[in-house]
């Protein structure tokens, strides 16, 4: 069976312009012909704040190894920022989605980010002064393009992603990637 | 050998530790660094230094640079690409009055496409969790520090550990292989025609 190595780095968040510290979730889920064999899909990066060019560095390590059966479902990141305050309070800044690549070696990868906005003038201040942000109830919402037609977004800053691929048996194999 | 016999690829990762920048000059008497290679379970080293200590240096007319070329010589074995080896560097300064402080961790992952890079990486270093903690670290000089640095090349059970970046690591590496792509493995970014 084919293999496909994921190995690379979340490096920062870039102009989220957040005054508390940000931390990162991210899951990688793939189509039901994928499956891992070894590594972690899921987890979470340090909290760290934002230096004086408004980048948060995390440099946190990704390292997956799936075997795949067929090339539906290729697998894609879920990316998910959130905001760390003095109190310990923390609530959804941004929300992200990108596929891996299927190219092999190194990808620089920026994903956009945004999040629910707020919709009321009370809300808004509440957001201004109280903190906290809407949240979405079902995350799959983030990489569907299917039910987003009521959702009311705001745009944030970009996540950088450096993600290095290497491919085994995939010509052997009869996929095209090259 | 036979071609069906080849199990094992060897890498071999040769390169420098440059130098060590931080955008608002360096203010310590002597900075040094130590590096440390991580690897998975599948690797073996074969040979070379896993880890080591550099020279005490100090800038010299540029006042942001700190300049220790520090050579990384590593030739590791594996069954497997998983775990692929990472280098983890610790930034150190040692100073008349605060001692031996911290300046940063910088984490780079080693280059898995052959070839020479030049790759850059940020320092972080911890914050205290606490007010008391961070006035103490103001008033004594001294950051809190990580008890296992090998942890960041882990990735998992981080806590939430409280962070901020200031300075970069520069470090230039060449990565070449053998046997990687009798194993069926490809690593190699299509070459674009033109």
Not at chain 1, 14 to 38: A, H, M
Request: with cysteine; aromatic share 10%.
């Amino acid at each position: 069976m084919a293999e496909l190595h994921i190995i690379g780095q979340i490096l920062s968040a870039i102009d989220f312009k957040e005054p508390n510290s940000l931390f990162c979730r991210y899951s990688v889920q793939s189509g039901p012909n994928w499956t891992l064999i070894s590594g972690h899909s899921e987890g979470q990066t340090v909290s760290g704040k934002e230096n004086f060019k408004n980048c948060v560095d995390w440099i946190h390590p990704l390292d997956l190894h799936y075997v795949c059966k067929g090339i539906q479902g290729w697998p894609k990141i879920i990316l998910q920022v959130s905001c760390l305050d003095s109190i310990g309070r923390s609530w959804v800044v941004g929300y992200g989605c990108c596929t891996i690549p299927s190219t092999p070696g190194y990808h620089t990868i920026k994903v956009p980010c945004w999040v629910p906005a707020a919709t009321t003038v009370t809300e808004r201040l509440r957001q201004f002064f109280i903190g906290g942000a809407h949240e979405l109830a079902q995350t799959d919402l983030i990489n569907l393009g299917s039910d987003r037609f009521k959702l009311i977004t705001q745009s944030k800053g970009d996540i950088e992603l450096n993600i290095c691929i290497v491919l085994r048996n995939f010509i052997q194999f009869g996929v095209e990637y090259k | 050998m036979r071609e069906s016999e080849v199990t094992k690829f060897l890498v071999s990762f040769n390169g420098y530790i440059e130098y060590v920048t931080f955008p608002a000059g360096v203010f310590d008497e002597h900075l040094y660094i130590q590096y440390e290679i991580v690897w998975g379970v599948d690797w073996d080293p074969i040979s070379g230094l896993c880890s080591g200590t550099s020279q005490m240096a100090r800038p010299g007319s540029d006042p942001e640079k700190v300049i220790f070329n520090m050579p990384v010589e590593m030739v590791l074995g594996s069954t497997n690409v998983f775990g692929w080896p990472q280098m983890v560097v610790t930034v150190r300064a040692r100073n008349f009055f605060s001692g031996d402080t911290l300046r940063g961790y910088a984490l780079f992952l080693l280059p898995p496409v052959s070839g020479t890079h030049e790759l850059s990486a940020p320092l972080v270093r911890p914050r205290s969790a606490t007010v008391l903690g961070e006035w103490l670290a103001w008033l004594t000089g001294r950051l809190p520090e990580l008890a296992e640095p090998r942890m960041l090349a882990m990735g998992k059970e981080n806590y939430l550990l409280k962070t901020e970046s200031y300075g970069h690591v520069r470090l230039k590496m060449t990565m070449v292989s053998k046997d990687l792509r009798k194993l069926g493995y490809d690593n190699m970014a299509p070459v674009l025609k033109m």
